[in-house]
């Protein structure tokens, strides 16, 4: 490699490191039953109609992706007027392969040249790996309290602000921001920078206050831009699609950052029939609702630290013993759970929520594991 002219910005971004797949824990410690707790995945498994839609897709795996994506965001745009009242068009949604696939846009688009990235830290790792990618500079505020703090990200915006990235609810902290926060944000934020709400988690928020980035889309603000997904309440994390929702100068920009057939038919048919399965969402979050209840129940027996969520996972912090100690004893026992040392957080553990059975055998592992 020594004679080959690398790209000095690639060599600074950390590789990412995600959760461990069953079949590897299962092969490593010769176990049948392993339960994955690590990705912030649905217990629930894939829409239905969404995987009717997608073997059906297959019969035309043999062509090119076709009108699929134009039929998807059409789609959405008529979900989100029947929904939330909004007047969005096709125009107003860019497709991505999974909202990864649409950072990747946002930090190509924004961030070249040094431009400054702001989020709060600890969050999603890719905001900081794209922005180091395309040549930016990351700018992490820390957190208040496990919490998205906006008001020390509003501090941190200078001239060379490109973009702001909020993850709401934050994945690991499973924390959200309020829509008077946002607002004394937005109230601080120039034209010149471009505002992320990155809203993955949305679909498991049940606070009232949680806030409406979509209004600033509707409103015509170029620089909102709204991201949200079917990996996590769809179940559909395998198929790799997510969407933004942004004014349609934002889009037609932002397409010019966008791989061409970056999804397949199968993928697009699949998110565009899951749009329609609104049982299978509210099983989820009902789900979620009953859940979180019995997992904080067992952390306080436990005497754990836990931070309370407005999303499918939880997070565990200043654990009792070493993170690796937990994570190796419950891998043993047949569970992933995912240690954070690659967030920032050394001492926490995240913990995706299962189902019940699921979530039973988690506790029971993990009592056995502090007890020992
Ligand atoms: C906050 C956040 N944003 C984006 C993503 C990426 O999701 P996708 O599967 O749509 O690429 C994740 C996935 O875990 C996430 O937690």
Redesign the pocket.
């Known amino acids: 490699m020594k004679d080959l002219h690398l790209n000095p910005d690639l060599l600074t971004v950390p590789a990412y490191v995600g959760g461990r797949p069953i079949e590897e824990v299962q092969a490593e410690y010769g176990l049948s039953d392993v339960v994955k707790l690590a990705?912030?995945e649905n217990p629930l498994g894939p829409s239905p109609l969404g995987v009717a839609a997608f073997q059906e897709a297959l019969k035309s795996a043999h062509r090119y992706p076709g009108i699929a994506d134009k039929q998807l965001r059409q789609k959405l745009a008529a979900h989100y007027n029947a929904r939330f009242g909004t007047s969005f068009t096709e125009r107003n949604f860019l497709t991505?392969?999974?909202?990864?696939?649409?950072?990747r846009m946002i930090a190509l688009g924004f961030l070249h040249a040094g431009g400054e990235s702001i989020y709060c830290n600890p969050?999603?790792p890719?905001y900081g790996i794209f922005t180091r990618m395309f040549g930016g500079t990351p700018v992490p505020v820390p957190h208040a309290d496990y919490r998205y703090n906006l008001r020390g990200m509003g501090d941190a915006i200078t001239d060379r602000t490109r973009v702001i990235f909020v993850?709401n609810?934050?994945?690991p902290t499973g924390t959200t921001v309020s829509r008077d926060e946002v607002a004394a944000l937005m109230a601080r934020v120039p034209a010149s920078a471009v505002v992320v709400f990155?809203e993955?988690?949305y679909d498991f928020v049940d606070d009232p206050q949680y806030s409406n980035a979509l209004e600033y889309v509707q409103e015509g603000r170029d620089q909102v831009v709204c991201?949200r997904?079917?990996?996590?309440a769809y179940g559909m994390?395998n198929l790799?699609?997510?969407y933004m929702i942004a004014t349609p100068d934002m889009v037609d920009y932002l397409a010019h950052a966008q791989i061409s057939f970056n999804t397949g038919d199968a993928t697009l048919r699949a998110a565009t029939a899951a749009l329609d399965d609104r049982p299978h969402v509210e099983a989820a979050r009902q789900l979620m609702a009953r859940e979180r209840p019995f997992l904080y129940d067992a952390f306080a027996e436990l005497e754990l630290k836990f931070v309370p969520t407005q999303a499918n996972f939880i997070l565990l912090v200043d654990l009792p013993l070493p993170v690796q100690a937990i994570n190796e004893g419950l891998l043993r026992r047949g569970v992933i759970v995912r240690p954070m040392g690659g967030f920032g957080m050394p001492d926490a553990i995240r913990v995706t929520i299962g189902t019940h059975a699921e979530n039973v055998k988690f506790v029971e592992m993990l009592k056995q594991v502090l007890d020992q």
């Open positions: 990705s912030n991505g392969n999974g909202l990864s696939d649409i950072l969050t999603f890719l993850c609810p934050n994945n990155d993955s988690y991201l997904g079917f990996s996590k994390a790799r699609i997510g």
